[in-house]
């Protein structure tokens, strides 16, 4: 009977689709009433064996891809950092250059303030020719003053 009834809706959907070519939707009695022949429930698709290695595999691709970002990243840090403490170095070359400059121009300045003080007179010197000037012009006033006298007429002079 199932397989009359079969052959009986493939008839009927078969004259459906010659007379008009849109699809009909039948809801007659008898194919209402008509069920499937039980074919078999479909079994579960079988879990690979492998799947903890799938999970494992899956976990150390996750690992390993995390791990190789963050080392791409820290070397990108790292090279920031190479650059900054480069440039810091440069910086104290330069720094450190102009300091020796300054430190040779002030030994040579003090080579010169040396040789000045040696070959300048102390306030010893200067007292003791200061002490000499004034003597001899002390002696120059005393010449002078006895040369006026001797010119005067009838005026002798007598050194003791």
Known sequence: MAARLASRSFSLAKAASQRSPSRLLSTTRVVCQETTPNLGSVPPAPKPV??????????????????????????EEYKLASAALQSSVEELQTSTQKVSAHVRRIEAVEKELKALSESSASKEDISRVRAEVKKLYDGLHVEQDLHALSKKE???????
């Not at 999970?55 to 996750?62: A, D, E, I, K, N």
């Not at 009838?154 to 003791?160: A, P, Q, Y």
């Open 50 to 75: 492998g799947a903890f290695r799938g999970g494992v595999v899956g976990f150390l691709f996750g690992f390993s891809l995390a791990s190789s970002l963050a080392a791409y990243h820290l070397l």
């Open 154 to 160: 009838g005026t002798t002079v007598r050194i003791v």
